[in-house]
């Protein structure tokens, strides 16, 4: 019989049939936390010209009201990304295998000082994509289960919800949280999903700022509301909650491990501005324990019970969640350097910037006749999204005509698609107003 070997983060790619060092990283180096040339400091407030100059638009004669879609690299993770690419290409295998046990934990570390968790809760990914689908395959669903979720979500949302019921033989149940936008309010949407969960509701899953509409979610409510009615459930038969929260991540002054998800999920290269191709989750230590894993891991415990030919001793962590295998280090390893930049211009300022540029831009499209609005005004039940419509014209025509005044919007994907904007820390108030004139003019 094998004897029982013992594996900890130095000797788990020993064992692989690889040797590790000593792992050690140059302080700041992976971390990504000066801004060129414009200030060392953390505490140092960058003025609003400062972070635009921090992104490599091509080009600065376009207004740039779609970068939700996927971010340019600001300057200090292009130059996160570059030092790690440089370090790769020059020497793979010692550069990895220094980093790759301690640059997990540096990230983590990074993400729940942001979102207010703890380093330990915290899942990397590549995209809200892959968050999704981890976590709704990973649910314990039983036959018979239902998942309540939205008509208002994203594709991928629903695919996962899908698929993950299918396999577990559960139900789909999905509900409009309004019939008219127009008149849609914080009690309607509590009330609509409150009524709609049964004795057979094990998940609700929902999204925080709808990129079909651009109606932000009140999760901290609707949270409240299922914690009520979990109250005489048992655990094992407790609703949880998922939410989709790549488009208020990064926008919204929200601490998001306080908001009552059991599972939130959200890309980081959208209004993080993180590296493309990089995504988290965040659960508590509890929730994590009951998800199965989808993917192997490369985690000490996973490996060992491998190794030694014995079940897991412990239950699911987060960072077994994260996909195993090599993946595009460079990239997922710049990830604090985009935590670091919105640290440095402060997420309250962020979350003010952006909500002032929408408020401007959605009352100047109110004021025209010619303009149907469905993102609510205010940002209560809004965010960084505006959705509307031209009378008469389809909203494919409305992004080709802004386009030909270098005026980047876009259509949401969805069965009812509308012309979009999103205006951010990329844009000026003189933008808005350009783009709004041009608006007026396409009546
Ligand atoms: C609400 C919502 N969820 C998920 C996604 C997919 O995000 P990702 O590209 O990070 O997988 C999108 C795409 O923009 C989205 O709008």
Known sequence: MQKNIQLNRRNFLVNAGVSIAAATIVPGQAQGLSIGSN???????????????????????????????????????????????????ENPFEYIEKNMF??????????????????????????????????????????????LTTAHDHFVHHEAIRLSAERAGAMVKKIALFDDIKAVSESEIIGRIKNSI????????????????????????????????????????????????????????????????????????????????????????????????????????????????????????????????????????ALPAAFAFHKQIGRSRIAGQIRNLNDQCKEGLAAMRHVKLYTPRGNRLSSGLICFEIEGMRS????????????????SPYKESYARLAPSLLNTPAEIETALKHINALA
Not at 112 to 122: A, F, R, T
Not at 396 to 411: D, M, N, W
């Open 39 to 89: 200030s060392d400091s953390a505490s140092e407030q960058l003025s609003w010209a400062a972070v635009r100059a921090q992104f490599d638009l091509m080009s600065r004669d376009h207004i740039h009201l779609s970068s939700f879609f996927l971010t340019s690299h600001p300057r200090p993770v292009r130059e996160a990304i570059e030092r790690h690419r440089r370090a790769i290409d």
């Open 102 to 147: 301690e640059m997990p934990g540096k990230i983590q570390a990074a993400v729940s000082e942001y979102l207010g968790g703890k380093p330990e809760e915290i899942a990397i990914t590549n995209s809200t994509t892959m968050g999704l689908a981890l976590v709704y395959h990973g649910l314990p669903l039983k036959s018979g289960q239902e998942i």
């Open 198 to 333: 049964t004795s057979k509701t094990r998940v609700v899953g929902i999204t925080w700022v709808h990129s079909g509409t651009g109606l932000k979610l009140p999760v901290r409510a609707i949270a409240n509301s299922i914690a009520e009615a979990n109250k005489d459930r048992a655990e094992s038969d407790r609703i949880l909650l998922v939410v989709d929260g790549v488009h208020g991540f990064g926008v919204e002054d929200e601490t998001v491990a306080e908001m009552g998800a059991d599972f939130f999920i959200a890309g980081t290269h959208k209004w993080i501005f993180g590296p493309r191709g990089t995504g988290i989750v965040w659960a508590k230590r509890e929730n994590w324990k009951m998800l199965r894993m989808i993917f192997p891991a490369f985690a000490i415990e996973p490996f060992s019970a491998w190794i030694n030919d014995r079940k897991l001793n412990v239950p699911t962590q987060a960072s077994w969640i994260t996909q195993g295998g090599f993946h595009a280090f460079e990239y997922e390893w």
């Open 396 to 411: 494919g025509e409305v992004v080709k005509r802004l386009l030909a005044h270098r005026i980047i919007a876009s259509t």
